[in-house]
């Protein structure tokens, strides 16, 4: 059963659920879900309403035609996508395996809702793994001198792929802001530490310096402002006295794997809304 | 800010988000937050909706009575609370003191959305404990000789306190089907297990036995079919070769008081709603 | 550094860390690690100790010679095995492949203590997977009409991995009483559910049918008791009320496979006892 | 069965196990428990040992003084504790009674190995709660203009009660240097974040602006330097986009009440040794 998926944000008014629930009746459409968020502080509305597709009562151009002006009268920002229409995703990585091939095999076992179009890497270490996967990869080293070239062709190696979402799988090269830019809420990284904590370079190190007890990893979008993008989902794995930051390097790959895994299938999915540099996920 | 809180089970139909968020409209109401759930197996709806108290232009008791008109054309159950309403709450204990000490202190604290009115026991210990918070203590005790008639006394007992939720926090007796049915979604148990491991009598010692890795405790409904009713809340903590069964039941304890909390505050925030054995918890 | 590993398990009685470590000492062995635990209901004493390998004064075999006579004076069941002798593992799968994509995944990233010497399964599909990481890969039917026959061609297939353990990732057929005599305690599997919890079949089914709010893993050795073999390690995730058994399944395989490699890897770091059907892990 | 606890820290050393377990034999002491741990970046070898106390063939003062001997050929640090005498604990509170409320029932159910021997706060609030429990109440005001002399007198009652342990169970006041000095490594304080995350005041605001996706609590070492000192225990809670600041404050109550429990029970079994800011649990 394939669906649509609307989602809206906006300033709250007097019976906002009633005039989308009504439009989406006239056209027929069935709800099969619904998410509401009101967000006291802000005087803010938040919605995710999946529709089945085949109960609408025209097209998917028709029926966004007609909502956009139910959207301009109540100053929405919203998007309706259609699932079946599956995003293009592109890997970055750089050396470290262990995201890039998590996802590689979901993306073979058809476990997220996304075809991955291609991995992207400053190194060749990765192209093995993706030719196994039958996926196009592209190497665009990044070299301290020559930086600003090396960027400007990854960025043009990127737009080749024409992502629709872009996944720094441990890429460890900070990303122009004109990419961050051009792709604004649609890159998202694995922070390998549980944010805030230990932003920056080697948290692994640092958690065992600071003898914490618990690490964790963190999915973000990307934004300018480094490890500082809205969080989308974090987990965390108990640590002792007894391991060094290379068990804790150990133990924190399996936690990012399946944070960064959960946190793009939320995106794929259309669950996550972003609000003042905080999410919303539809979960 | 009050609410009012609607919640509905009914056969999934067209339209009925459109439905009901138009009938709230045309009585002014505002949404504070909405939830909505299809079972898709069952072709089964849910839905919870907070609403401004003061936002409604009538009185609750005629909003209700509109509301009939609707819920019978969609063939409803459902239920409208005032959240201003305090459900009164009882507790039933017997030795162990954890979950009730808990639950008082959170009632002092003014945390639970709910008002305790008694502690009922089968032994006296808890009753130092009730006088404390200043909460009706009541003792029926219950001896195997005389079972029946104490299970009557103590239900003319419980009855005496007129309560909208009664929660077992370790009253280890078997409740009588009589009482099962007459308080039927209103009687809250905390069983000392993850459930279904270690269903019936002494967990923690199955456990230490079995050599389970994770102990844990489960919030459910009780039904006639002893430590099968609908769970509403579950969690665990890790323990290892080192722990005893008395440890465990240490380390399990504070897993029990805080489940039973989360369980019963969901149930007082008018939060869960029970489909074939099953609970729906819109957190 | 590479370390030798001294595994030991015996009555309690006096003296016993001084008669161990003073024998070490004799040797000029360095300690670098060890682990005791006392099962006092038992009397039963554990011990692991890990002995820096190139402070020891003599050959591997005549320190294992010599503490033979104190193993017998003490009357201990014990092992003293090298790190440096990576163990042979074979992966048995079926047709899913998650665990053992991530199982091969790791052992090509050199994360696993061990060497995997191939892949047996009853289905083709994990034949190219296994291919991709130059593992060796064989295939052998099991078919209902010829059920014995093909189980003892099955096992002949494992014994010429010449395997040091055999690990079960979702094989998905019941091992015969021969080979979990032959290869006991070196045969692990893992359990798609929370056991006790759903011993048998279709365990995320059944956990969806319970609605419980949580689901789990366990990793554990296996003996001619189905499901009923000593747990090594198990983990759980939390689901609610909108995950169907299919969104379980995928939910649970993350657990399933972070829970099969961490009880290996106990495993193959010689961190496991067994005693009276319980493991202790000195982890 | 009672015990003496030694806990030894010093340079690794060849022999250390052998010459520790010799010692103890030639008393004829029984091991019950034992943990090592070699901490290999510094060398540094950690000792816990549990003997059982009418093993030992004289006084623990002669025992103590013998070992005085070993302990200063090995360059140790160390200190030998009899499990019978219980540790004098005094809690330290405000306003906020979650933490004082749940250590104090934890000791009326004799589940903490200590003995509180009062509470202190700079308000009255507490005042009820420990009179219920029979415990000692004494309180100090804080103010902004008499700070210092505040602060002298409150020393003054803290040593009155002549404490071995002191519990900052959301005491709100910065600890004055000469009293962090005087009773280093004993006095425990619960922080209400996940350090380093949030260090300072108002965390749970600080993490709903974030918008991260877990919360947490930190117990540990009060030190000069503020949220600085070792940790002894952490945990975390999952929230969400819909959990307001104050919603995470009363989640991370139940957090911070079983964290500091658990941290403190560890302090009280002698099971945590400090170096280099971070701590050994020998859990």
Redesign the interface.
């Known amino acids: 059963m394939s669906v649509y998926r609307l989602l809206i944000s906006c300033p709250d008014t007097?019976?906002?659920?009633?005039i989308v629930?009504?439009f989406?009746?006239e056209f027929?459409g069935?709800?099969?879900?619904?998410?509401?968020?009101?967000d006291?502080?802000n005087q803010h509305f938040f919605m995710r309403i999946e529709i089945e597709s085949n109960s609408i009562s025209c097209s998917l151009d028709e029926f966004r035609a007609a909502f956009l002006i139910v959207a301009e009268r109540c100053n929405m920002v919203w998007r309706l996508s259609d699932a079946a229409q599956l995003k293009r995703v592109l890997i970055m990585g750089s050396n470290a395996?262990?995201c890039v091939?998590?996802l590689l095999?979901r993306g073979h076992?058809d476990?997220l809702e996304g075809q991955i179009v291609g991995v992207l890497s400053n190194h060749d270490k990765l192209s093995k793994l993706a030719s196994?996967y039958d996926v196009a990869f592209e190497k665009v080293s990044i070299a301290k001198a020559t930086k600003e070239a090396d960027m400007t062709e990854m960025m043009q190696a990127v737009d080749r792929f024409n992502p629709d979402v872009i996944v720094l799988a441990r890429y460890m090269q900070i990303i122009p802001e004109e990419m961050c830019a051009k792709y604004s809420g649609n890159i998202i990284n694995i922070h390998h530490s549980?944010?805030?904590?230990?932003v920056g370079a080697n948290p692994y190190a640092r958690a065992a310096e600071?003898?914490?007890?618990?690490i964790?990893a963190t999915c973000h979008y990307v934004t300018a402002n480094l490890d500082e993008g809205?969080?989308?989902?974090?987990?965390?794995v108990?640590v002792?006295?007894?391991d060094?930051a290379d068990d804790m390097k150990?133990m924190g790959q399996?936690v990012e794997k399946?944070t960064l895994?959960k946190g793009l299938q939320y995106h794929l999915e259309d669950r996550v809304l972003v609000c003042n540099?905080?999410?919303?996920?539809f979960?």
């Open positions: 007097h019976g906002l659920v009633a629930s009504q989406i009746l027929n069935n709800i099969k879900e619904a998410h509401h968020h009101l006291e502080q395996s262990h091939a998590d095999h076992e476990e196994w549980f944010l805030p904590s230990f600071r003898g914490v007890k618990l964790g809205p969080i989308i989902e974090q987990d965390v108990r002792d006295h007894g060094s150990k399996d399946i895994a540099n905080k999410t919303i996920v979960s």
